[in-house]
T-cell receptor, first 115, second 115 residues
Framework: GNSVTQMEGPVTLSEEAFLTINCTYT??????LFWYVQYPGEGLQLLLKATKADDKGSNKGFEATYRKETTSFHLEKGSVQVSDSAVYFC??????????????FGKGTKLSVIP | EAGVTQSPTHLIKTRGQQATLRCSPISGHTSVYWYQQALGLGLQFLLWYDEGEERNRGNFPPRFSGRQFPNYSSELNVNALELEDSALYLC??????????????FGDGTRLSIL
């Protein structure tokens, strides 16, 4: 079945530091990959997505590249802000089989950015 | 456009009772997904509805059930509530199920607390 593994936090960074959150996946075929962000007390917001190999998703200074050869989709940001403090989820959505269309999530990585 | 809306925001029940959670998808979205986010367990897929039919369910007992109405809104029902059902229940919607590149958009969730 499908699975997502992401680095578990918590991760604490100083403002303007570089962020990497690792994410690797296992899936049959060619899944679509997503990063979602959850701010305290809220639901999930789509941060970025990539639907095929070598695609780069980007939004709000965050980037992630779909690497089929390493089955990875690492999230990066060059300079984090206090407002980026949240929980980040890597997720995939498969392309075949009855169980494909729901999202499979990683366990989430809590990021805290201190001034 | 209005996002995914869920009601109620909070729900407090006691063991053995029944709970009903409601979700209205984004206009034009026909697929509705339910996820459970319990402390320490991450995001677990519960149910998927599309065009009024249940298409898939996750690894949850039958006392978790639901339905989708002709206007594509959905209800999640949980019978015989147990303490471990305490969680944030998230609803998501997406365009037609076959478009796996389409992201799922989430509501803010219903916080269910079992006393």
């Amino acid at each position: 079945g499908n699975s997502v593994t992401q680095m578990e936090g918590p991760v604490t960074l100083s403002e303007e530091a570089f962020l990497t959150i690792n994410c690797t996946y296992t899936a049959t075929g060619y899944p679509s990959l997503f990063w979602y962000v959850q701010y305290p007390g809220e639901g999930l917001q789509l941060l970025l997505k990539a639907t095929k190999a070598d695609d780069k998703g980007s939004n709000k200074g965050f980037e992630a590249t779909y690497r089929k050869e390493t089955t990875s989709f690492h999230l990066e940001k060059g300079s984090v802000q206090v407002s980026d403090s949240a929980v980040y989820f890597c997720a995939l959505r498969g392309h075949s089989g009855a169980g494909s269309y729901q999202l499979t999530f990683g366990k989430g990585t809590k990021l805290s950015v201190i001034p | 456009e209005a996002g995914v809306t869920q009601s109620p925001t909070h729900l407090i029940k006691t063991r053995g009772q029944q709970a009903t959670l409601r979700c209205s998808p984004i206009s034009g979205h026909t697929s509705v997904y339910w996820y459970q986010q319990a402390l320490g367990l991450g995001l677990q897929f519960l149910l998927w509805y599309d065009e009024g039919e249940e298409r898939n369910r996750g690894n949850f007992p039958p006392r978790f059930s639901g339905r989708q109405f002709p206007n594509y809104s959905s209800e999640l029902n949980v019978n015989a509530l147990e303490l471990e059902d305490s969680a944030l229940y998230l609803c998501a919607s997406s365009l037609e199920a076959g478009e796996v590149a389409q992201p799922q958009h989430f509501g803010d969730g219903t916080r269910l607390s079992i006393l």
